[in-house]
């Protein structure tokens, strides 16, 4: 049973042809996260909602931007996609409060390619 | 600046022998530490995790030791196997601030038969 789903899984867009990723979870996580990954690198984290709240990594660009509708769904939004960009975007979710270990969910990806 | 120093960056292990990847942190915050495996094309999936309150959790072939003063975590997988072959993360948080997770730069696992 998919808990993290991330549509579409491939994603092929032009150099500055805005994008849209998506992702949606079963767990009623109150924290969203995304994520990008290159190539060999560790996932580096763009930005989180801790419930609405949203929190943006200081070195996040300008060009990247997030939604959450509500508490099941995220989008990662890029404006204006270079090449650089092309890379695994991985959304993630966790839960805090209570005596769990807050793991972080991490959803399969979505691979996007920028041409 | 690597918040979590991971090594080594590869590594390679006959089938059945031992695998161990090392982690080190500074930042004495740090309330939560988990492993993950991430095989290529996929998501990181999370394999085990500890809190600084114990030095040592196993969970079947995967242990990771913990040692606070030292400020260092590690995983052991014993008996490898050419399945384990993957990539592996070691991340640390805190609690209270949202749940970010800072990783280190990961190490390739290769098992061979």
């Known amino acids: 049973d998919a808990m993290v789903i991330q549509n579409p899984r491939y994603q092929v867009t032009q150099f500055g042809k805005p994008v849209t990723l998506s992702c949606s979870q079963t767990l009623n996580h109150n924290v969203m996260y995304w994520y990008q990954q290159k190539s060999s690198q560790a996932p580096k984290l763009l930005f989180h909602?801790?419930?609405?709240?949203?929190?943006n990594e200081a070195d996040t660009p300008d060009n990247f931007q997030s939604r959450r509708p509500n508490t099941s769904f995220c989008f990662l939004d890029i404006r204006s996609p270079g090449l650089g960009d092309a890379a695994m975007y991985l959304c993630a979710t966790s839960r805090t409060g209570g005596k769990s270990l807050h793991e972080q969910y991490f959803g399969p990806g979505t691979r996007l390619t920028v041409t | 600046q690597q918040q979590v120093k991971q090594s080594p960056q590869s590594l390679i292990v006959q089938k059945g022998g031992i695998s161990i990847i090392n982690c080190a942190y500074e930042n004495t915050a740090f309330d939560y530490f988990p492993w993950y495996q991430q095989f290529p094309g996929k998501g990181p999936a999370l394999l085990i995790a500890i809190r600084p309150d114990v030095s040592e959790k196993k969970e079947g072939r995967f242990t990771i030791s913990f040692n606070k003063s030292a400020k260092q975590f590690s995983l052991h997988i014993m008996d490898s196997q050419p399945g384990d072959s993957a990539t592996y993360f070691c991340a640390a948080s805190i609690k209270n601030t949202g749940n970010q997770f800072y990783f280190g730069t990961g190490t390739s696992l290769t098992v061979i038969p």
């Open positions: 909602y801790y419930d609405k709240d949203f929190n």
